[in-house]
């Protein structure tokens, strides 16, 4: 039996070893980061298909995400009790079968169940790249290995959309679900392959599974409360009950996570003040990623008539402009580079997009679209590596596991959040024989901008 250990996986492959581990969990970044966004584009032939509004589309959005939330959570004590090679490896033969399944899917029901099915997995793999970066690198080569791992996070929206459009125009919609399968499905041979085994574990302790119910009930309550505010129309009560409601159980969610002895989220930490800033600024990024790369394709083909490829193709530059980006601002973060400076540079040019976005009409040539994305883009570039070193730097080896699944939920909440809340303000918006106009979208990048230029404030404080 191959020896998995830190130092068998030296002795068999090198000092080098490490970036085998890399490219291994950037497979599952990349997977979970391509399974949220390849299906963006294929969202107006989904809604022609199944004779859906958008209203109810978007769940294939927001259930994903609200799902990858809730169970990311769950990581650290995965890794606790099974460590990284284990629970990413079993994770991904799940997220494989789960894909194959939603492209098999006859109703909206079934695929939405698919889709909140891969949310789940995705859930617990994100945090795993984090994790192993901060455990298997020297302090003063985190910042170089986010950016190469975070490589991973942007390769997927750049490639995704396009692969997608190429999907649902050449095939059919169905593809765009089977697409990651290839993807976890040769991680699963690499996770075993090249991750390593746990150097020491703690003594096993019970999974706060009360409060993994109360937090998922907390989170889909609120966004089926901004779901059904899209139509009001004799559901008044209910919408405020179910606020309500989820109020209630967020409360009694952080009584008891401050209570038990292992919590499913470590509130002390979030008594650091740098890593609750990191957080804020977490949010506001994942409101930026996921509500942008959610906004552009739909922006595109809805109110200028673009195909689902032309769409895709918009967004290629941007990402490998990000792809370029991320290793250069994790060197700038090595370097004792301020990190509250670069990440909100990154604020400024992402807020900049979405204004420019925000101030586009109808015959705005296919360049200059391209190049609002790639604005956007660098900024996303500039948050994410400084945003996880001003996180994870200040906490303890035995923290690593709980603040990395914590900064990564924050995150993927500000995604799940935002693209509801742009849904919702699209849904309000000017409509013309029931398709939103172009004033609609404008008000969704207007309140995206605004959202992330004020998390700049909590972001100032940050220190590392």
């Not at 390849?38 to 969202?43: C, D, P, R």
């Not at 769950?74 to 991904?92: E, Y």
Request: charged share 10%.
């Amino acid at each position: 039996m191959s020896d998995n250990s830190v130092q068998g996986l030296t002795a068999r492959y090198g000092s080098n070893w490490r970036w085998l581990a890399v490219c291994t969990v950037m497979l599952g970044t990349i997977a979970t980061v391509l399974s949220a966004t390849v299906v963006n584009v294929a969202l107006h032939e989904i809604m022609v298909e199944f004779g859906i509004r958008q209203g109810q589309v978007h769940w294939l959005a927001t259930g994903f995400i609200a799902a990858m939330t809730t169970t990311m959570l769950a990581s650290s004590w995965l890794l606790d009790h099974f460590g990284v090679r284990k629970t990413l490896a079993l994770a991904m033969v799940m997220f494989t079968l789960i894909s194959l399944a939603g492209g098999l899917a006859n109703s909206p029901g079934q695929l939405i169940a698919a889709r909140i099915g891969q949310g789940a997995m995705a859930g617990l793999m994100q945090p795993m790249g984090m994790y192993l970066v901060f455990r298997i690198f020297p302090r003063n080569r985190r910042g170089q290995a986010m950016g190469i791992y975070g490589m991973g996070v942007v390769l997927a929206p750049a490639l995704g959309p396009v692969l997608g459009g190429f999907l649902v125009d050449q095939l059919n919609w169905r593809f765009v679900m089977f697409a990651p399968a290839p993807v976890t499905f040769i991680g699963v041979f690499m996770a075993l392959r090249f991750l390593p085994t746990p150097a020491s574990q703690p003594a096993p302790y019970r999974f706060d599974l009360p409060g993994l119910v109360l937090l998922g009930a907390t989170v889909g309550l609120s966004l089926d409360t901004l779901n059904r505010m899209q139509n009001l129309g004799g559901q008044e009560a209910r919408v405020a009950i179910e606020a309500v409601v989820a109020l209630v159980l967020l409360a009694i969610f952080v009584r008891r996570e401050r209570r038990i002895k292992h919590p499913l989220v470590n509130v002390s930490l979030l008594r650091k003040p740098s890593f609750l800033y990191a957080n804020i600024g977490a949010m506001a990024l994942g409101l930026a990623l996921f509500g942008s790369t959610y906004l552009i394709p739909l922006y595109v083909q809805t109110t200028l008539g673009y195909t689902a490829t032309q769409a895709g193709l918009l967004m290629l530059p941007a990402g490998i402009v990000l792809g370029m980006t991320f290793p250069l601002a994790g060197k700038l973060a090595d370097r004792g580079g301020d990190a509250r400076k670069l990440v909100i540079f990154g604020m400024a040019m992402f807020a900049s997009s979405a204004i420019l976005f925000s101030l586009s009409d109808i015959t705005l040539a296919f360049g200059w679209l391209a190049l609002w994305t790639v604005f956007g883009r660098i900024g996303i570039g500039f948050m994410l590596p400084s945003l996880s070193i001003g996180a994870l730097n200040p906490l303890k080896p035995e923290e690593l596991g709980a603040g990395s699944s914590t900064i990564n939920f924050t995150r993927q909440l500000g995604g799940a959040f935002g693209v509801n809340i742009v849904a919702l303000t699209i849904e309000f918006g000017e409509h013309s024989a029931g398709v939103p106009t172009i004033n609609a979208f404008h008000a969704a990048w207007w309140l995206v901008a605004v959202f992330v230029a004020l998390a700049v404030v909590p972001v100032w404080r940050m220190r590392v």
